[in-house]
């Protein structure tokens, strides 16, 4: 079973590396056809059924699938183990069965796991859970199934950009660190440095709380009038922050997903208005 799940990584990375729609670290997609955004997952294995079926990429070609931060959370084992990996195979089992449409971006809690940096959530210290997990199914194989996630998250764009002028990613910079965000980072290969506290993957992952002004000027050396992130707990499932940023969350029982049309003028309440909740999905 480790040497599957190994080579299923290894797919799945070079499926990644050679997205037809990637330029650099960027996801640029086609001015046509339409787009499902999730917002962060964290194990939510029900919420991913969802959106895989919302998104029914067999029947509609022309649709493209967005999904991040799929790790740390949801089902545990007996001993408290994070099974979020689970949920991270079914993803890229999916990428490898439709690999010009389903993109996966790389989100924070990616980064701690590829750093070996601990992280938080909800009191929990998940990289250790996840580990205590990957040691309990894979027994003295998990070394390798853990090598091989981390050069699977590795292997994932930071952001994508729409012909429409949205942009895609799991956060974005904060003010205090908008500084350290070189924009450069998303049109060379990506070092694990880049993800190190301080590094421009770090700072576009991990940031909270971008201001009006920063977002501004953002836009306008990114080329793009809105913005959807994650990252941000959302009770609700969604936040509009006027004027220009949509932030959504898959990740509970109110969680959400958004769809566009990829040749449509937006803006924040027309973008609004693509909001699927995941409860009305069968």
């Known amino acids: 079973m480790e040497s599957q799940i190994v080579e299923l990584l290894a797919a799945g990375a070079k499926a990644n590396q ?3 729609y990637r330029q650099g670290n960027l996801i640029c997609l086609p001015p046509d056809g339409s787009l499902v955004v999730s917002g962060d997952i964290h194990g939510h294995a029900r919420n991913l059924q969802r959106i895989i079926s919302y998104a029914d990429l067999e029947a509609r070609p022309e649709r493209h699938l967005i999904i991040h931060e799929i790790i740390h959370g949801g089902p545990q ?4 183990g994070c099974l979020s990996y689970k949920a991270l ?3 890229v089992e999916l990428k490898l069965r439709y690999p010009d449409k389903v993109h ?3 989100g924070n809690h990616d980064t701690a796991f590829i750093t070996g940096s601990e992280v938080l959530r909800e009191g929990r210290r998940m990289n250790k859970a996840f580990t205590e997990a990957l040691k309990a199914e894979f027994g003295q194989d998990w070394p390798q199934v853990q090598q091989a996630i981390r050069q699977f998250l590795l292997s994932q764009p930071l952001a994508a950009r729409t012909a429409n002028r949205i942009w895609i990613s799991h956060s974005l910079p904060s003010d205090r660190m908008m500084g350290r965000f070189d924009i450069e980072v998303l049109s060379r290969p990506l070092q694990e440095a880049d993800l190190q506290r301080d590094g421009p993957a770090y700072v576009l992952t991990w940031g909270r709380h971008t201001s009006q002004e920063g977002r501004r000027r953002l836009a306008e050396k990114l080329g793009v009038d809105l913005f959807v992130v994650g990252h941000q707990p959302q009770p609700d499932g969604w936040l509009a922050i006027e004027p220009d940023m949509l932030v959504l969350a898959s990740d509970h029982n109110h969680g959400c997903l958004l769809e566009l049309d990829l040749s449509a003028s937006y803006d924040l ?3 609004v208005s ?5 409860s009305s999905i069968d």
């Open 104 to 106: 996966i971006l790389l």
């Open 18 to 20: 050679t997205d037809p």
């Open 274 to 278: 693509g909001i699927i909740l995941l």
């Open 269 to 271: 309440a027309s973008l």
């Open 77 to 80: 084992d007996g001993d408290g």
């Open 89 to 91: 195979f079914e993803a």
